[in-house]
């Protein structure tokens, strides 16, 4: 998706040219929720004057009652029109990505977009130019009821690549495909995936913060077509047992002046030293920014051997079974692929922690373990541990306990994210526990 620099002039004309009658400032929370403050399009000074106030104390993680009143700061070059809002009149709705500030005109520590900012600026500082990201969001299809409710019913039976009548998502997706085109995206493929009712649409890669922006309007207009379809879609890892679950491969490179500073041509797969001690970052703080990249107690049903997934902190040139492979294109292509993100993770959160530890890879000069290009599925314990490959945290609770552990992580968040982040997410966990599941009545109710 190509941004363009707009001026204020720029977005009061084309309002104009266009009969948008009414804005939304989009934003997103810790947890990865996308808000928005509506307006007419009677406020459009106000809000591109930045003076558009809200009330951040009723957003969760945000700041205290007393602390409420906060700023929302457009973003102009994420102005874009709806293509599906368009009323009976004529008038059509656009919206913009705002920036939060604090009432004294400050950055809000907590808004994840700002932080993500924050850290890209460090990345600035070390000589880099771009983080540049290209992510593979999956999600399932469910049919509706006859009152507008999810179901637990998948829209079809197909399989990867599968045409209809296999595949019954064939008409959502080239819905979805046409309206992200509308709005500037510019998509790669659509295809259905590995599980019945599973889909996936890639669009291209773009810098860190486009990438995240990206990723939350692609949420927004998929949930939206398939409404209209009468489909509810999901992101959720895993809504189904025994079949594969929602992931985001990651794929990612940094740039400096000089082009893509993980290319060497003479190096060991054509990879850079800033490219091997990169990924020597990730694998060593993988275990922390695992709850970020997989931040729900749902994630780590996905997280499990036999449904394609990773589960182990290992790398490969080739082989698909471990955490980071290396796709094989090189030159400005050559990037690293992050296979266990899922897509409830909150981009921005996700992709600040990724960034900060490829930097302190780099900083700390981390080489990486031996690459695995065995399927680490099918080796025993001993073969594993041999190999130096250890295991990604297998529950939400001990994933936020390894964040909370590791400083480099924590300070991707900066503390006022990171605090907010791990209460509530060990909050949740106690929640989840306190739960009887279908599972256990069944397997125990009657023994016992």
């Known amino acids: 998706m190509v941004r363009k620099a707009y001026t204020k002039d720029d977005i009061r004309n084309i309002i104009k040219d266009e009969n948008v009658q009414f804005l939304r400032l989009q934003f997103t929370d810790v947890f990865g929720a996308i808000k928005n403050v509506g307006v007419p399009v009677s406020q459009l000074e106000k809000v591109l004057d930045n003076n558009l106030m809200f009330d951040g104390s009723s957003i969760e993680g945000f700041v205290r009652i007393q602390e409420s009143d906060m700023y929302l700061y457009p973003d102009l070059s994420t102005f874009m029109i709806f293509p599906w809002s368009t009323d009976e009149n004529g008038g059509k709705v656009a919206r913009l990505i705002a920036d939060v500030y604090t009432a004294a005109r400050q950055p809000f520590a907590g808004d994840p977009r700002g932080n993500l900012k924050r850290v890209l600026s460090e990345m600035t500082e070390a000589g880099f130019k771009n983080f540049n990201?290209?992510?593979?969001?999956?999600?399932?299809?469910?049919?509706?009821?006859?009152?507008?409710?999810?179901?637990?019913?998948?829209?079809?039976?197909?399989?990867?690549?599968?045409?209809?009548?296999?595949?019954?998502?064939?008409?959502?997706?080239?819905?979805?495909?046409?309206?992200?085109?509308?709005?500037?995206?510019?998509?790669?493929?659509?295809?259905?995936?590995?599980?019945?009712?599973?889909?996936?649409?890639?669009?291209?890669?773009?810098?860190?913060?486009?990438?995240?922006?990206?990723?939350?309007?692609?949420?927004?207009?998929?949930?939206?077509?398939?409404?209209?379809?009468?489909?509810?879609?999901?992101?959720?890892?895993?809504?189904?047992?025994?079949?594969?679950?929602?992931?985001?491969?990651?794929?990612m490179s940094l740039f400096d002046e000089t082009g893509n500073?993980?290319?060497?041509?003479?190096?060991?797969?054509?990879?850079?030293?800033?490219?091997?001690?990169?990924?020597?970052?990730?694998?060593?703080?993988?275990?922390?920014?695992?709850?970020?990249?997989?931040?729900?107690?749902?994630?780590?049903?996905?997280?499990?051997?036999?449904?394609?997934?990773?589960?182990?902190?290992?790398?490969?040139?080739?082989?698909?079974?471990?955490?980071?492979?290396?796709?094989?294109?090189?030159?400005?292509?050559?990037?690293?692929?992050?296979?266990?993100?899922?897509?409830?993770?909150?981009?921005?959160?996700?992709?600040?922690?990724?960034?900060?530890?490829?930097?302190?890879?780099?900083?700390?000069?981390?080489?990486?373990?031996?690459?695995?290009?065995?399927?680490?599925?099918?080796?025993?314990?001993?073969?594993?541990?041999?190999?130096?490959i250890t295991d990604l945290p297998d529950t939400l609770l001990s994933a936020v306990n390894d964040l909370a552990e590791d400083p480099t992580i924590l300070g991707a968040l900066g503390h006022h994210i990171a605090e907010a982040f791990i209460s509530a997410k060990r909050l949740e966990y106690q929640s989840y526990r306190q739960e009887v599941s279908a599972w256990e009545l069944d397997t125990y109710f009657e023994q016992y």
């Open 133 to 251: 990201l290209g992510t593979e969001p999956e999600f399932f299809l469910f049919k509706l009821d006859e009152n507008g409710n999810p179901t637990t019913e998948l829209n079809d039976k197909g399989g990867y690549f599968d045409l209809a009548p296999l595949d019954m998502g064939n008409d959502v997706r080239r819905k979805i495909v046409l309206q992200l085109e509308a709005m500037g995206f510019e998509i790669e493929a659509e295809h259905h995936e590995v599980a019945p009712g599973q889909h996936e649409v890639d669009f291209k890669y773009a810098d860190a913060l486009d990438a995240a922006d990206n990723i939350q309007t692609f949420k927004l207009v998929v949930k939206t077509i398939a409404r209209q379809y009468g489909y509810y879609a999901t992101f959720l890892p895993k809504p189904k047992s025994g079949i594969n679950g929602n992931g985001m491969h990651t794929n």
């Open 261 to 388: 500073a993980f290319f060497d041509e003479t190096g060991d797969l054509q990879l850079s030293k800033t490219a091997y001690n990169f990924l020597g970052g990730i694998l060593d703080h993988a275990t922390a920014y695992t709850a970020l990249t997989n931040p729900t107690v749902n994630s780590y049903k996905r997280l499990t051997p036999g449904f394609e997934a990773p589960v182990y902190v290992a790398w490969s040139g080739s082989n698909r079974s471990p955490m980071v492979r290396v796709p094989a294109s090189r030159g400005n292509s050559t990037r690293l692929e992050l296979r266990s993100v899922d897509p409830t993770a909150n981009p921005y959160l996700a992709f600040a922690a990724i960034l900060e530890a490829g930097l302190d890879g780099i900083r700390r000069e981390l080489e990486p373990t031996h690459a695995v290009d065995r399927n680490i599925y099918l080796m025993d314990e001993s073969e594993r541990r041999a190999a130096g």
